[in-house]
């Protein structure tokens, strides 16, 4: 048993050597008809020249803040962008600040799996918590002003998570930084937004151009295993079930209907949520968008334009 305790700790400690110099308290101010209000969190850095990765609820509405490193070191910081419907925003340091963390690829992890969270949880910084990965494929609701997404593959752990934790680090074993710590969902429970394809593309578009655009179809649609006949034709499990259509939305325009089986977008397979989310980012506005569907026990191919979600 000690030699397994051992080994536990030693992990802990060496990510937490590697990560904490990379993981800065955050404070960042805003001023709205001359009433000052303050928020903190945490950041991390994600590229060698400055800029880092938090909550895109730690910023909400602020364009500049402070943040200090685990060495003392305290630089201002500008908020570069903020996508409020995946939670993640970019900031970027006016001074000195340390190289990048390592980031890694949540999925490659598993249930179980050792995981490491570092942020500055009640203002105390350079705080570090161990757990596991409870599970994976949670979803977070998210809404900015009329536009409401959800947030798929978000990692469930228990690491402990506080008001503070939210924009720090989420590492595995090795010190991979695999997600951004985010709300707080209950005792015992800690919620971290993925580090993963989509996530990245947003993260690169927000350093780009400062916020993300979106298309916008206007289906729900949920996750469900194919018949076992066609999922072996096809090679896939899972298709999506639309839920519900938008009236008048380019879902509801192209013939999509509630029951329809989605087994493709773009002719790529579609199994989960997010296999549809990622196609639909600002590029493919206006675009036509192929989809085929199951539809009483018959595929049908259907058309889709989507349309700018900031215009519904």
């Not at 536990?8 to 000052?36: C, E, K, N, Q």
């Not at 070191?73 to 903020?82: A, F, L, N």
């Not at 800690?190 to 993963?196: S, T």
């Amino acid at each position: 048993m000690t030699d397994e305790l051992d080994a536990y700790s030693r992990a802990v400690t060496r990510v937490a050597d590697d990560l904490l110099p990379h993981v800065a308290s955050l404070r960042v101010r805003t001023t709205r008809r001359g009433v000052d209000a303050e928020g903190a969190g945490s950041a991390v850095v994600f590229t060698d020249d400055g800029y880092l990765v938090t909550n895109a609820h730690v910023t909400g509405r602020a364009d500049h803040g402070q943040a200090e490193f685990s060495d003392g070191t305290q630089t201002e910081v500008d908020v570069i962008g903020s996508d409020p419907l995946s939670d993640l925003a970019v900031l970027r340091t006016r001074g000195q600040a340390p190289k990048a963390a390592e980031f890694g690829d949540a999925a490659t992890l598993k249930v179980g799996q050792l995981v490491v969270a570092v942020g500055n949880p009640l203002g105390l910084a350079g705080s570090v918590t161990a757990g596991v990965v409870s599970a994976l494929g949670r979803s977070i609701p998210t809404r900015s002003g009329r536009a409401g997404r959800v947030i798929e593959d978000v990692i469930q752990t228990d690491a402990a998570l506080n008001p503070g934790n939210s924009g720090g680090a989420l590492a595995d074993s090795s010190g991979r930084v695999v997600g951004i710590n985010t709300a707080v969902a209950g005792i015992g429970l800690g919620l971290a937004v993925p580090i993963n394809t989509t996530t990245r593309r947003i993260i690169a578009t927000l350093m780009h151009d400062g916020q993300v655009r979106r298309a916008y179809l206007g289906l729900v649609s949920t996750p469900v295993p194919l018949p076992q006949a066609l999922s072996k034709r096809l090679g896939q499990p899972q298709g999506l079930r639309v839920v519900e259509v938008v009236r008048d939305s380019p879902a509801d325009q192209a013939g999509l209907k509630a029951g329809d089986l989605v087994l493709s977008a773009g002719r790529q397979p579609v199994a989960a949520a997010v296999s549809l989310q990622r196609l639909l980012f600002g590029d493919a506005i206006g675009t036509p968008l192929p989809l085929t569907v199951l539809r009483n026990g018959a595929m049908v191919d259907v058309i889709a334009v989507p349309a700018d979600l900031e215009r519904v």
